[in-house]
């Protein structure tokens, strides 16, 4: 992707990637509930958000100028908590949204777009949506998984997308031709490309046993194990 950018870089950023965040250390520093980004429209490949958009004061905003920068069938990788995670999500005072699978549906021309009656130009269809399940629900049958999503808390911890942008309606097929499995690599691969501002601490460079049993813990409790 020639040209990439990575929103909600927070304390950590991409190299090749132009890192957004309001925080002074990004490469462009602004809020992405009020600011427009400041790039030309339709002259960006790739963005990269995880955990953002649950913050931002105005999310139609912000995704709007997503969806404005994006070139057609531009690719966005978004990474979210998911809606019914009450211990970190639904209590957190800084986080303003809800997300879930069918999230984005609503900006999907050919599934939920248009079933309000509010409008606007958003268009993305979907390559695919990941769940990260929580402790025992990762070992049990798919449909009992299915359900126990559907009506419990503390299921899913979050829910990955790799969408695009449709700019010509009608044109949804046409540039869905990138492979799911492969997006979620490349989604794999900037989570573990993120590199923190700040040196890190002789804690967070050990290695080996250590490492090992905290990427567990982690994707135990439903962070995956990028």
Known sequence: ???????????????GFINVDISKAADLSLDLGKDNLPFEDNSIDLIFSYHTLEHVSDYLFALNEIYRV?????????GLPYA????????????RHNFNEHSFAFFNPDRLKGSAAETNEIAFGKFFHRFHY??????VPVPFRTWCRRHLFNVVRKVDFGLFAVKHQGDLQVVNQKPANELKKLFD??????IPYDEPT???????LFQLMRKLLIWWRGGGLA
Do not use: D
């Open 1 to 15: 992707f020639a040209n990439a950018s990575n929103l909600g870089a927070g304390k950590t950023y991409i190299p």
């Open 70 to 78: 994006l070139k057609h069938g531009g690719v966005f990788l978004v």
């Open 84 to 95: 019914t995670l009450t211990e970190y999500h639904l209590v957190n005072p800084y986080h």
């Open 134 to 139: 929580m402790g025992c629900f990762h070992l």
């Open 189 to 194: 691969e900037c989570l573990k490309s993120r």
């Open 202 to 208: 002789q804690a967070q460079k050990r290695t080996g």
